[in-house]
């Protein structure tokens, strides 16, 4: 039994899970959330940029696009975050005088996950009919306006999912933002109960997050579930009856 | 059908290559205003190329081609194609918008008609093609006819001077077709100035004003319908009509 008990001791201490719980909601979920969630919005407009170049017309952006690309999905995101947050602090500090790791953080965090949306947008527009372009120009469209108003819309709703994806990956990722050193109000989720775990000498806090993480993630992975299925099936029911009906006249 | 303000159109001595192949070998082309002409001939004969030449989709290596006389080729081409209404063999419609949508988007940000405005004028489009009840619609819940004739307004809305109907119901189910084909002879007889890449011979030889038929990228016979079907000068004709009818 003493090891029955030392197991629940190490996992499922109740105690130290509720001493956490309050501060993880205070402290660490409002963190965690506007790290993923100001990275991912600006990884999106980064990544937007990134995929128009990556289309483009002109050999030189097309280039530029594909190393910053390939740079940044090749690279591990804690070393991103660690070269960037330490080696950018003290600059940024003489700069403005700001000391807090967030800025740094989200930059390191939109820089990567810029490289995979901008290769999920330009796949997404890449995969939109060239006769979209093509009816969107005969109407008078210049290319920019046909681009904005026509291509671009149906590509990015083709990989909504691909992008949610990218959210939980920065909900996870949000977490190395501890390695720049953060004040007490600043720790994110897995922070906090990191934190607490040392100091009750259980791993239970851990487990504590790991639940608010996967409270977190898991719906947006149905959520993409959801989507990929609405959008496959969207698609499938096109038939109007009449026509249904003339399909399956053909066939007999 | 409403009078439009059709104008005429010429096209002189069309060439393009796309590197070695050339696609078009001096095409001489003249539609007068108000009159529909029929293009055809066999696949790969540079019929729809000859469409994205006339209206800049694709930029001619050389020729020239005139709207109401003037040549338009010093244009900015997003002005001459606003000019000159398309129509696709797959409808290109844009799945994203609603049917009214499709009509009033280019009107509201190319002719700047304020939102209302656009909206009022695409649903009396889409009502002089039959389609005004399905203007919440998006465009996959239509059949492929209905598509079309939502392309057709959305041309249409823009009031072209020449309309494009390149291979328009080639894609749809053959009782969708007629549909179609009404609308366009409609719009002939209303007096639009049309070129119709077409393999309906019906169409052709019915509504049409004049038959040019192409092979391997030149014009090789042009008439009336009576006289390409009728009384056709060469062999290539001969052998593409006794391979369609």
Redesign the interface.
């Known amino acids: 039994m003493d090891a029955l008990d030392q197991f629940l001791k190490t996992f499922f201490d109740w105690q130290a899970i509720g001493e956490v719980i309050p501060q993880m909601l205070t402290v660490g979920l409002p963190n965690t959330l506007i790290l993923a969630v100001s990275s991912a919005i600006l990884g999106c407009i980064l990544g937007l940029v990134l995929a128009v170049m990556g289309i483009s017309r002109n050999p030189v952006l097309r280039w530029i696009s594909r190393v910053y690309t390939d740079i940044f999905r090749g690279l591990p995101a804690i070393l991103v975050i660690v070269v960037i947050g330490i080696g950018l602090g003290p600059i940024l500090r003489q700069l403005t005088g700001i000391t807090n790791p967030f800025p740094l953080a989200i930059l390191a965090l939109t820089l990567m996950a810029g490289a995979y949306i901008g290769e999920i947008f330009r796949s997404g527009i890449q995969s939109v ?1 060239k ?2 372009l ?9 290319y920019g ?1 046909a681009m904005l ?2 291509v671009i ?2 590509g990015i ?1 083709r990989v909504l999912p691909a992008l949610v994806n990218q959210l939980i990956a920065l909900i996870k990722d949000s977490s190395l933002i501890y390695l720049l050193g953060v004040t007490a109000g600043q720790r994110e989720l897995y922070r906090v109960s990191n934190d607490y775990a040392a100091n009750s000498g259980s791993l239970s806090p851990l487990i504590a997050a790991g639940l608010l993480y996967l409270i977190l993630t898991v719906p947006l992975t149905h959520l993409v579930n959801f989507m990929d299925k609405r959008l496959r099936e ?2 499938a029911a ?3 009856p ?2 249904a009906a ?1 399909l399956v006249g ?1 066939g007999a | 059908m409403s009078e439009f303000k059709s104008g005429s159109l010429t096209a002189s001595n069309i060439h393009l290559a796309f590197g070695t192949n050339k696609v078009l070998r001096g095409i001489d082309m003249h539609v007068p205003q108000g009159t529909t002409a029929s293009v055809i001939g066999p696949s790969g004969s540079g019929k729809s190329t000859l469409l994205r030449v006339m209206n800049r989709l694709i930029e001619p290596d050389q020729g020239d081609i005139a709207l109401d006389g003037r040549s338009v080729l010093q244009d900015n081409p997003d002005e001459l194609r606003r000019r000159i209404g398309m129509v696709f063999q797959q409808f290109n419609l844009f799945p994203h918008k609603t049917v009214v949508q499709n009509v009033s988007l280019a009107l509201h940000k190319i002719r700047k008609m304020p939102k209302d405005q656009a909206h009022a004028k695409a649903l009396e489009q889409l009502e002089l093609v039959g389609l005004k009840h399905k203007a919440d619609s998006r465009p996959f819940n239509l059949s492929g006819g209905q598509q079309q004739r939502v392309a057709i307004a959305r041309a249409l809305a823009m009031e072209p001077e020449v309309m494009f109907f390149d291979e328009a119901t080639s894609a749809l189910d053959p009782e969708l077709v007629k549909g179609v084909l009404a609308l366009m002879t409609d719009l002939s007889k209303g007096g639009m100035t049309m070129v119709v890449v077409t393999h309906e011979m019906g169409f052709c030889r019915n509504v049409s004003d004049t038959v040019t038929f192409m092979d391997d990228g030149v014009v090789v016979e042009t008439g009336s319908p009576l006289e390409l079907f009728s009384e056709p000068k060469t062999q290539r004709l001969r052998g593409f009509l006794s391979d369609v009818l």
């Open positions: 009919d006769g979209q093509e009816a969107s120009r005969a109407l008078g469209f210049g306006q108003l026509v819309p149906q709703r969207g698609k096109r038939a109007e009449d026509e003339a053909k």
